[in-house]
């Protein structure tokens, strides 16, 4: 909320602007989703274009692109092609690719189900297009110039082409290798999803070999395209376009441009090497050219009322630096094509990775504007998917840059780019060749080098990376730690021998049937249990409320949570943590609820709406919330513990052994009271080994049990068992716990017990024992004893132990069932108090609500709060709504405070306060809501100076009469001067008290102006 100035409330106009809040989202889009013209071109240096300082090649219109827009100054790229392309696509920084290095590139290097930005934006409506150098799935084919390519040309990577990749039209070069040659014999094109592309002959033979320059081709198929769809854009009948434009200029074989008619640098005394190479560059600089007029005209007639460019995004950069390999360095040098940095293509320095970056959006983005901001590739996608209205796949490394395009929204922060190098080639020798590089938003940079040696730069103070900093200076130990310890988390050295590629796997939660561990792999898509490199999503397609658990550490690189059938519960214990690295996102129909546990990562946590965070615990990451945030339980109303409950003896869990062979733990039920969680499921302790041989299925086969005695076994942990904990509100007493067991062999063991935690597996406490010698699978035996039936709430273990086995014995289970009896645990009468701490930032967005219960004002213990709390350690931004529940029975005295909301600052104001009627003659006062987040209840109504008992516009009138003055009519804080602070009062009580209803409010200072302007600033609701 803008804060008022005393100087300048002599107008009702200032005013009214000054109390009007402003609403923010969070990654806001554009309302009409923008075409997008990406141009990507090859090895262009940051310093080859006039808009960075060149002054010897002409690129007149890539220099109008960025006066008209903005340039970023900087702008990263990977230091060689294959790697950059891949970021472009896929939204993860060079480490996390799957694609690292130009080598090994043939084939299929994308998987069936890889996301790129083409899918997303096919998926949002957008026709997709790709025109020039893909770099994936085809081999080099024949060439009229002998430069190794081969013969033959085909495709061999079938899920790496374009067309599967979400590009509906592709025309260009497939493979890296053959697009170093401006004169192939032919190119690739597709105009349909999911089918290979086909050779397109490009009229260059052996005989004639220079007929068609393919840069020509591309750009003549690229503005054939944009015209053609801006066309059907501006009747009416076009979606959307994206179109992808990869411009090999100016890589490779510098001097097939001398084929293509006269240089504009001849006469300049330059090397014929030089004036090719700018001739090139300026070549691309005019299909840039062709490429605006088409949008601004699309039919080429003149006139330009059918321009599409005031909605188009058109950017513009490079794939890396200005390279060695066909350009030679005296040329780069000549040029100073790095613009000053050190390094070319192939190098981690800034020369091979600082690349010339532009945003141009007619009436958007702001011309001549500038961008400091540290960007990559990976922040292509998720600001494409922001802008046409969806999301980006959970977890991706880059971050949307259309709030600082647009203009709306929370522009999120990148606190790190992440660079990795597999190949030779650069400034120095293989041996000391820079393996990888962190830049920190800070501005200090890692480099580490293939011999183990570290380099840290301040690019503040050095950009030219000429004087690494010295360790033992000042606290640049401190700042290599940090940088350091990030690199390492990012797993930049995982893949050093490119044996064990970083590969993001994209996994989907199939557990649907009930209440499921999110550590069990059996849950997910795919094989194997959640790991770092998972974007995952837990979604709950069923008409049925689901849960799933977190007990122990579950890591992923990011998790969605979301019901888009029903309500989709992740509950995280008591000690546990829940990681999604980049992020967490809980979408609509989602719910993440703390119970003790930790929500952990090192992005943000997005509550979108129709999604909850709910709890007692901590969350470590920024918070956007656009949902509802409720410490403690969150049940949206007051209400009592869970009512209804079955207090007589029924089934508490029944294990599901279908399937089942060997020793892995088995979650899986066929019945499970809705009153307790598995934690973590039928296990065995570690005395315990796997069945020796294979054997009949659909049961739990194990050996071991060799102990002399049960005390013995106790010790040895000789035991089969498994752990239920009631939810929070409930009690559980135990009755019967059941295990069904053959004997195969007879060395298998002759003893079992059933004993439970609840007395401390103690062996003179066992529910019952068997002794049995008989084997086979048609000598079952059960094995059943009866608790005592004492109510807790705490988690119980049933164990079954066995012993007197001889070791190659196997003891089977098929059966394992507990019944139990629950019932409401006695205490308050409203949902639990919690408080929920954020390390970091808590944004609350206009469509948010912040829930909080009171029943009692003492939150001295944090174990046992008596109200709930939101603790953040940074800053809090306030809009939305704030929701305030009292306990059954529970009203404040006058004098009582709240301290509901904890942060080092906050800014902005709730839009909406729901409160409860306070009816024992005491007053909400919200006038320090919005300062230090305090909730306070006063014998007085404070604001309402004309003693109607409600807080609205006449006493705002009365306010604005006496304002600046020494009155006390007005002076609602006492100070003997109307001012600032009465203002503030008025305003943050607005609406509290008894409403007049009919009260017509006086004429005066307000006159002429509508109530309901003035409620844009002041709506406050009572509940």
């Known amino acids: 909320m803008k804060r008022l100035a005393s100087t300048c409330l002599h107008t009702t106009a200032a005013l009214l602007a000054a109390l009007v809040p402003a609403t923010v989202q969070a990654d806001a889009g554009p309302s009409t989703p923008p075409n997008i013209v990406h141009i990507f071109v090859d090895d262009l240096g940051f310093g080859s274009v006039g808009f960075n300082g060149q002054q010897l090649i002409q690129t007149p219109h890539l220099d109008a692109l960025a006066a008209g827009g903005m340039n970023f100054t900087n702008a990263y790229a990977a230091p060689v092609c294959a790697p950059s392309r891949a970021m472009l696509l896929s939204g ?188 090139l560059v300026s070549r691309m600089d005019d299909s840039i050219g062709a490429i605006m007029d088409t949008l601004r005209d699309p039919n080429g007639d003149g006139d330009t009322s059918d321009s599409v460019l005031g909605n188009t995004l058109i950017l513009f950069t490079s794939d890396n630096g200005p390279t060695q390999q066909s350009t030679n360095l005296a040329t780069i040098n000549f040029f100073d094509a790095a613009g000053g940095y050190r390094g070319t293509k192939r190098d981690l320095y800034e020369g091979g990775i600082h690349v010339p970056a532009v945003a141009y959006w007619e009436g958007t983005i702001a011309a001549g504007s500038t961008s400091d901001r540290y960007t990559d590739l990976a922040d292509f996608l998720p600001t494409a998917a922001a802008l046409a209205g969806i999301d980006a796949p959970v977890g991706v490394d880059g971050v949307s840059l259309a709030p600082m395009l647009t203009g709306e929204g929370i522009q999120r922060q990148r606190d790190y780019l992440i660079f990795e190098h597999h190949e030779g080639g650069g400034e120095q020798s293989n041996s000391q060749r820079s393996i990888w590089a962190i830049v920190h938003s800070n501005g200090y940079k890692l480099i580490r080098h293939h011999n183990g040696s570290d380099e840290l730069f301040n690019l503040n103070d050095d950009p030219g990376e000429a004087s690494p900093l010295n360790l033992a200076v000042g606290g640049n130990q401190a700042v290599y730690d940090q940088l350091l310890a990030i690199a390492l988390a990012e797993g ?114 997005d509550v979108y709406q129709g999604g909850e965070l709910t709890g007692d615990g901590d969350v470590t990451g920024d918070v956007y919330a656009m949902g509802r945030v409720a410490p403690g339980r969150g049940d949206a109303v007051a209400q009592t513990r869970p009512q209804g409950v079955d207090t007589g ?223 953040v350690t940074q800053d809090v931004y306030l809009d939305g709504t704030l929701e305030v529940l009292l306990a059954e029975g529970y009203t404040p005295d006058a004098g009582t405070s709240f301290q509901i909301i904890q942060a080092g600052a906050i800014s902005g104001a709730f839009a909406t306060v729901v409160l409860p009627d306070l009816g024992n003659g005491t007053y909400w006062d919200l006038s320090d809501l919005d300062r230090d987040g305090r909730l306070r209840v006063t014998s007085e109504l404070r604001g309402d100076l004309n003693g109607d008992g409600f807080i609205g516009i006449a006493d705002l009138d009365i306010l604005l009469a006496h304002w600046g003055q020494a009155s006390a009519t007005g002076d609602v804080n006492g100070d003997g001067l109307v001012a600032d602070e009465d203002l503030h009062i008025v305003r943050t009580n607005w609406g509290l008290g008894t409403d007049p209803g009919s009260v017509v409010p006086e004429p005066g200072t307000l006159a002429g102006i509508q109530a309901g302007a003035l409620l844009l600033g002041f709506r406050r609701s009572r509940h």
């Open 92 to 279: 993860f920084h060079n480490g996390h690719t799957r694609i690292d290095r130009n080598q090994d590139i043939n084939g299929d290097v994308f998987a069936d189900d890889d996301v790129t930005t083409a899918d997303l934006l096919l998926q949002a409506g957008y026709h997709t297009s790709l025109f020039g150098k893909h770099g994936f799935g085809g081999t080099g084919g024949n060439n009229p110039q002998s430069d190794g390519e081969g013969t033959n040309p085909q495709v061999d990577g079938h899920h790496s082409v374009p067309s599967r990749l979400g590009f509906e039209t592709f025309y260009g070069y497939l493979d890296h290798s053959r697009a170093h040659n401006y004169f192939p014999s032919s190119l690739w094109e597709s105009n349909q999803l999911d089918v290979d592309p086909t050779e397109a002959y490009t009229g260059n033979t052996v005989n004639d070999p220079h007929v068609a320059f393919a840069h020509q081709l591309i750009t003549d198929h690229a503005t054939d395209y944009l015209a053609q769809h801006a066309l059907a854009q501006q009747a009416g009948s076009g979606s959307p376009f994206y179109s992808q434009i990869n411009f090999t200029i100016p890589h490779a074989n510098v001097n097939d441009v001398s084929f293509i008619g006269s240089n504009r640098y001849e006469g300049l005394g330059w090397t014929q090497h030089q004036m090719n190479y700018a001739e």
């Open 492 to 605: 930049v050295e995982s893949d050093l021998d490119n044996t064990n590629a970083y590969v993001v796997s994209y996994r989907n939660w199939t557990g649907n049937a009930g209440t499921g561990l999110l550590s069990d792999a059996g849950n997910w898509s795919g094989s194997g249990a959640p790991a770092g490199t998972w974007s995952a999503v837990i979604d709950n397609t069923t008409a049925q409320v689901r849960s799933a658990n977190v007990i122990g550490n579950v890591t992923t690189l990011g998790l969605e949570v979301r019901g888009s059938g029903a309500t989709r519960t992740v509950t995280v214990t008591q000690g546990a943590t829940l990681t999604g690295r980049n992020e967490v996102r809980i979408g609509q129909g989602g719910h993440i609820h703390l119970d003790g546990g930790t929500l952990e990562t090192v992005r943000w946590v």
């Open 649 to 871: 003896v029924v089934t508490a869990v029944t294990f599901d052994f279908t399937g089942i062979q060997d020793d892995t733990p088995l979650q899986a039920t066929s019945e499970q009271s809705e009153y307790l969680l598995l934690a973590p499921g039928l296990s065995y302790g570690a005395g315990i080994s796997p069945r020796n041989s294979a054997d009949a299925g659909n049961e739990f086969n194990m050996r071991g049990f060799t102990a002399d005695s049960l005390a013995q076994a106790i010790t040895a942990d000789d035991y089969v068992g498994y752990t239920l904990a009631p939810v929070s509100g409930i009690e559980a007493a135990l009755d019967t716990a059941t295990f069904n067991i053959w004997r195969n062999g007879t060395n298998a063991a002759t003893d079992y017990a059933i004993l439970t935690s609840a007395d401390g597996f103690n062996a003179g406490e066992a529910l019952t024992t068997l002794q049995a010698t008989d084997a086979g699978s048609n000598n079952s035996h059960l094995v059943q004893g009866q608790s005592s039936g004492a109510w807790s709430s705490d988690p119980v273990e049933v164990r079954l132990y066995g012993w007197n086995a001889n070791g190659d014995g196997n003891t089977h289970l098929n059966a394992v069932s507990l019944t139990a009896s629950f019932r409401s645990a006695p205490g308050a009468t409203i949902s639990a108090q919690g408080i929920l701490t954020i390390a970091g930032d808590y944004f609350q967005l206009g469509s948010a609500t912040l829930a909080i219960d009171l029943a009692g004002d003492d939150n001295s213990s944090p174990n046992a709060p008596e109200y709930d709390q939101l603790v």
